[in-house]
């Protein structure tokens, strides 16, 4: 399959849908955070749409992962740009682990919350550091290639072409 040059409207209103919801989901984690704490203390917690917010962002943030990685192997994906293999590589590493954090991190929220399932929720809680690594390394690279490649690579999250 040939590689697009682009990614289309629909692929880039997904990584930046998720980009905010994963960024929301750090904002306001505080919520289910002391829901957890207070349920497996065996208190009784009420209501909180913070934590209902967070819940149906981390579902939303697996459904556009999914979403994406089902166009990507329908239409495949532009080519890696870098100066050097080992960058391509370790922009391909990166990528691969943000897709399986969107996935596991949800799954594992879930199996914790729903499931009352305690090594799901440390699992999260570790998971959570290495996805907020990831999308640092992901920003830096982004920023890389504009200011210091000036390869316009940024641009493909940008506008949509073919």
């Given at each position: 399959?040939?590689s697009?040059?682009g990614?289309?409207?629909?692929?880039?209103?997904?990584?930046?849908?998720?980009?905010l919801?994963?960024?929301?989901?750090?904002?306001?984690?505080?919520?289910?955070a002391?829901?957890?704490?207070?349920?497996?203390?065996?208190?009784?917690?009420t209501?909180?749409p913070?934590?209902?917010?967070?819940?149906?962002?981390g579902?939303?943030?697996?459904?556009?992962?999914?979403?994406?990685?089902?166009?990507?192997?329908?239409?495949?994906?532009?080519?890696?740009?870098?100066?050097?293999?080992?960058q391509?590589?370790?922009?391909?590493?990166?990528?691969v682990?943000?897709?399986?954090?969107?996935?596991?991190?949800?799954?594992?929220?879930?199996?914790?919350?729903?499931?009352?399932v305690?090594?799901?929720?440390?699992?999260?809680?570790?998971?959570?550091?290495?996805?907020?690594?990831?999308?640092?390394?992901?920003?830096?690279?982004?920023l890389y290639?504009?200011?210091?490649?000036k390869?316009?690579?940024?641009?493909r999250?940008?506008r949509?072409?073919?």
């Amino acid at each position: 399959m040939p590689s697009p040059k682009g990614y289309t409207r629909l692929q880039i209103a997904l990584h930046w849908g998720a980009a905010l919801l994963i960024v929301q989901q750090y904002l306001f984690k505080d919520a289910i955070a002391a829901a957890w704490d207070a349920t497996t203390k065996g208190l009784e917690t009420t209501f909180n749409p913070l934590v209902l917010a967070h819940v149906a962002g981390g579902a939303l943030v697996m459904l556009f992962a999914l979403w994406r990685l089902s166009i990507r192997a329908r239409r495949g994906a532009p080519a890696m740009v870098g100066d050097n293999a080992m960058q391509r590589a370790l922009a391909k590493a990166a990528h691969v682990g943000l897709y399986a954090l969107m996935i596991l991190m949800p799954l594992s929220g879930s199996m914790a919350w729903f499931g009352g399932v305690d090594l799901a929720a440390q699992g999260h809680n570790v998971l959570k550091i290495v996805l907020l690594a990831l999308v640092a390394l992901h920003f830096v690279g982004s920023l890389y290639h504009h200011f210091v490649l000036k390869d316009g690579l940024i641009n493909r999250m940008r506008r949509a072409e073919g």
